[in-house]
């Protein structure tokens, strides 16, 4: 009976259902609507029967909501909720701003006329605090009614630049007052004629912008073209220059104070001469000498003419006098010319002439040895 059905999709569906499609070769035509084709795509259980499960969901005794409709018997569905203002949270006082969304459980609480009434509970994302909004279709807006605060934004129309349209008071006390109607009227014409120049001008642009609209497409596409090679002349400079300097930076645009601050920028190009070492043997110092070897010269004089003076005391049977030992040295006081030298001794005159003498000549001798080993 199955295959003498002429309906063959509703045929290979209830074959699918019992099982019988390994069994069976059914020809199914090609005149199949969307809706059939997606039939065959869904693969239905040996055990089902339509007049018992009625759906593929009743047979797995789920909802087609699955866990949305978890409480769906006590008339709440959860729903995902956009905060349509800022608001305050009661529990931890976090401020929460519009558009962040929750998971809500939606519930009828009542009806405004013929309108329902719909509140949502949800919970904090930052506590453990529930607030609840509810639809106020009385003055087309959400209110809260526990768990939160409203933030409050209000601001001028005037200084927005917006239109001021009345509220339901103003409404109210025109229709039911026609003096207070005809003195709204004559200031609503009296701005009307003010502001009746500036909107013919905007009725003039409208007018040639549509009236012209090719022309205006060509010039706007122009002006893209001349901008977007631009762009491009500048990105191939500035990729030159990030490619130099081996840095992955966005350069912002060159700017004329930039300019002058760096020609006014001076930087000093002259580089510092090498300083070349002087080459020459360690062993050859006649060529040039030293602080260090004048001063060796000067002691080793000294010390040669100090020795030659001891000696030359020492040869004398006579023991020597504090005058004689400083003029031997050389360190004798000068002597005035008022007394001159008529009052000193004659050891001492002699002693001092022959060791000025000794002392010359030793010096020039050793003077000279010194030359030779230098």
């Known amino acids: 009976s199955l295959l003498q059905t002429q309906d063959f999709g509703r045929a290979k569906t209830q074959g699918k259902a019992l099982g019988l499609c390994s069994r069976l070769s059914l020809t199914v035509p090609t005149e199949f609507t969307m809706g059939e084709r997606k039939g065959q795509n869904i693969w239905i259980p040996p055990d089902f029967d339509p007049a018992i499960h009625g759906s593929r969901n009743g047979y ?17 569905l959860i729903i995902r909720f956009e905060a349509p203002w800022g608001f305050w949270c009661g529990g931890c006082g976090s401020h929460v701003e519009r558009g962040v969304r929750y998971n809500a459980e939606k519930k009828k609480v009542g009806n405004y006329y013929t309108t329902p009434i719909f509140a949502f509970r949800m919970k904090c994302h930052l506590c453990d605090n529930h607030f609840t909004f509810e639809t106020d279709p009385k003055n087309c807006e959400y209110k809260i009614t526990d768990g939160a605060r409203r933030k409050i934004e209000s601001w001028d129309p005037a200084a927005t630049e917006v239109i001021n349209l009345p509220d339901a008071d103003e409404k109210a006390k ?41 022309e205006s497409n060509a010039q706007l596409r122009r002006q893209f073209r001349t901008e977007k090679r631009r762009l491009k002349k500048l990105k191939e400079v500035d990729d030159q220059l990030k490619a130099k300097a081996s840095i992955d930076l966005d350069l912002v645009p060159e700017h004329m104070d930039d300019v002058a601050i760096a020609q006014a920028t001076t930087f000093q190009t002259a580089q510092r001469k090498a300083v070349q070492p002087k080459i020459g043997s360690v062993f050859s110092r006649r060529r040039q000498g030293t602080k260090a070897a004048k001063i060796n010269a000067i ?76």
Do not use: C, F, W
Not at 65 to 72: S, V
Not at 359 to 368: E, F, I, N, P
């Open 60 to 76: 797995h005794n789920v909802h087609a909501l699955r866990e949305r409709a978890a409480k769906l018997h006590l008339g709440i």
């Open 174 to 214: 025109r229709a039911s007052n026609a003096m207070y109607r005809l003195e709204h009227d004559a200031s609503d014409q009296a701005k009307a004629k003010k502001a009746k120049p500036a909107v013919e001008q905007l009725l003039d642009l409208k007018h040639d912008t549509t009236r012209r609209d090719y």
């Open 299 to 374: 002691t080793t004089a000294k010390k040669a003419m100090l020795k030659t003076a001891r000696r030359q005391i020492r040869d004398k049977s006579s023991k020597p006098t504090k005058a004689s030992l400083r003029s031997s040295l050389g360190l004798a006081r000068p002597v005035s010319a008022d007394t001159g030298t008529q009052n000193q001794p004659a050891d001492v005159k002699e002693t001092r002439n022959q060791t000025g003498a000794g002392l010359v000549g030793d010096y020039a001798s050793s003077s000279g040895d010194e030359s030779d080993n230098s």
